[in-house]
């Protein structure tokens, strides 16, 4: 089944009417050229083009369909969901229900807000850090991405950094001077704000991975530094798990480590394609939320019932023999991208936590400027060597990829050739 239309052809009418064609910039392939895909179609690990073309989606709608597409569970949880109601607009039983699946594997949430995006949530958490604190600065770290808030798109990784505009026109001034950027994987320079800025920081908003610079890794004593720092000084920690959430059996980063954020944010896996977005965390601070207290957020769509209804059902599909085999697959090819540098010669390391991979061309990094000094040059070439054998990495050198429960054997030995071949051909560049 193919429309018909090639891919180009939906590009330039796309151009005509949208702005740069897409609704989210990195999808234009400005980072790595050439025509994006328009996709029809999407089956476990597989995505249709309008060409018909096939390709092995390691993309994964950057990280919500851990499932694999079109999982039967979840389409069926969403077809029933959507005979009974679109949206009411008002409270539906669901809401509590993902909200309990969620604080099963965040203990450290004790109340839960929905939104729609990981940067309403983030959003959220920040307003909320600085209503509940009664302080202004916000910490964050350069290269991890947390939606595209005004306060944190400073120093931003993926979609911001590939376009060269760490911080973007519109972002007022003043909104940057409460935003100190610090560089990821620095414990001392986070004291050294501290000593500082005591007092006056609302909170530390990080990536507990930082997956919007490749995936990078927290060094031994990073997080568990910040909690402490935090603590001594009545700031907020806020750990980002959009990405990293539900991606291990033990929840997330937090789960991992045993480190108790005041506030997590997450996203992506919790809507299992849907908008979904959530923030929450211990009681005293979520309860100066509205209606409980005065600091105002809100949203129409929030805990949407379809939404809900998707995010319920894969979860549920995620038990723990589902991580056994996500963990397997991600190990899988970890190993195959290694393999394949190695025998091309070529220095690629590879960082994982469980079905969400980095790829760096250079040494595994700890932190932006790291990660800059790795062969991101290299990038737009190997993504076009993988596009043109049917693996679908995401265009853009500074974006984490993924399994899901739905790539099979033959794909991620196709994906593992794909490298090796995609690698011979680098060498020498
Ligand atoms: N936080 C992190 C860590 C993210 O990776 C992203 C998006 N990739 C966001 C927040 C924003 O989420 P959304 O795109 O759903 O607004």
Redesign the pocket.
């Known amino acids: 089944m193919s429309s018909g239309k090639s891919n180009l052809e939906c590009f330039e009418r796309a151009q005509r009417s949208l702005v740069g064609g897409v609704n989210s910039p990195v999808r234009a392939f400005g980072a790595v050229g050439g025509t994006p895909r328009f996709f029809e179609r999407a089956r476990g690990c597989h995505l249709y083009d309008v060409e018909g073309n096939r390709y092995v989606d390691h993309v994964m709608s950057?990280g919500p369909m851990i499932l694999g597409h079109g999982h039967p569970e979840v389409l069926e949880a969403v077809h029933r969901a959507v005979d009974a109601a679109l949206t009411f607009g008002a409270c539906s039983p669901l809401e509590a229900d993902l909200a309990e699946m969620i604080k099963a594997k965040f203990p450290s949430m004790d109340l839960i807000r929905f939104t729609s995006?990981?940067?309403e949530a983030?959003m959220g958490a920040v307003r909320l850090a600085r209503g509940f604190t009664r302080r202004d600065l916000i910490v964050k770290f350069a290269g991890c991405?947390?939606?595209h808030g005004d306060s944190l798109l400073v120093s931003a990784g993926?979609g911001a950094l590939t376009f060269g505009t760490p911080s973007s026109p519109g972002v007022t001034r003043a909104c940057g001077a409460q935003t100190l950027v610090l560089p990821y994987n620095d414990i001392s320079a986070a004291r050294e704000a501290f000593r500082r800025f005591g007092g006056q920081i609302a909170g530390v908003l990080v990536?507990p991975w930082g997956?919007?610079m490749g995936l990078v890794p927290p060094v031994e004593g990073f997080l568990e530094g910040l909690r402490e720092v935090t603590l001594e000084d009545g700031a907020l920690l806020i750990f980002?798990e959009?990405?990293t959430g539900f991606r291990v059996p033990q929840g997330g980063v937090q789960g991992l480590l045993g480190i108790r954020p005041d506030i997590t944010?997450l996203?992506k896996v919790i809507g299992g394609g849907m908008p979904v977005?959530a923030f929450g965390g211990r009681r005293d601070v979520m309860e100066h939320l509205s209606p409980l207290g005065p600091v105002y957020q809100a949203g129409t769509l929030s805990g949407n019932p379809v939404a809900m209804a998707c995010g319920i059902a894969t979860l549920r599909c995620l038990t723990d023999r589902a991580y056994v085999e996500l963990e397997e697959k991600g190990a899988y090819l970890e190993g195959a991208i290694l393999e394949a540098a190695r025998s091309a010669g070529i220095p690629g390391s590879v960082t994982r936590l469980g079905s969400a991979l980095g790829l760096f061309l250079g040494p595994v990094p700890r932190n932006l400027e790291e990660v800059k000094a790795t062969r991101v040059d290299l990038y737009p070439r190997l993504f076009h060597l993988m596009l043109d054998q049917g693996v679908y990495l995401p265009p853009s050198a500074f974006e984490t990829f993924f399994v899901s429960l739905a790539h099979g054997t033959e794909d991620l030995e196709q994906t593992g050739r794909a490298f090796a071949e995609a690698f011979r051909a680098l060498k020498g560049m």
Do not use: A, K, L
Request: aromatic fraction near 12%; hydrophobic fraction near 20%; charged fraction near 10%.
């Open positions: 950057w995006s990981g940067t983030v991405y947390h939606g993926s990536e997956g919007n980002d959009v990405i944010c996203g977005g």
